[in-house]
């Protein structure tokens, strides 16, 4: 990162860690229109696990 001088391991990471100094978020959760700077944060809602022992979904 010319910015801050941290070294990542491919220019997919340097994309999304670039997102921490410019303070874009491209991602929105078409659910609650939260928006994300990485695409895996994004959250649907769905639980789809349950646990066998409580019943709480995950």
Known sequence: CAICGCHLANPGSLRNHMC???????YTCPYCGKDFRQ??????????Y???FCGDAF
């Open 50 to 52: 349950k646990c066998h």
């Open 39 to 48: 695409q895996s944060n994004l959250h649907t809602g769905e639980k789809p």
């Open 20 to 26: 921490l100094h410019t303070g874009e978020r491209p």
